[in-house]
């Protein structure tokens, strides 16, 4: 009974901890993937030129 309690109390830290570090992410300023894929949802690349862009950014 001891260990399960000692595994959600260590669950609930670690979800904690992973949770807080997207959302850091998420509230700063857009990736250059994020801007790509704007650009193509806005219809000023193709899908070619999205492709090759996204390769590049992701090498």
Excluded: C
């Excluded at 001891?2 to 260590?10: D, N, T």
């Excluded at 609930?12 to 790509?36: C, H, M, V, W």
């Amino acid at each position: 009974m001891m260990l399960l309690f000692w595994l959600v109390i260590g669950f609930g830290i670690y979800y904690l901890f992973t949770n807080r570090d997207e959302e850091i992410r998420s509230e700063g300023q857009p990736t250059a993937e994020d801007k790509l894929k704007e650009r193509f949802v806005n219809g000023d690349l193709d899908t070619e030129t999205y492709q090759r862009m996204l390769k590049t950014l992701r090498e």
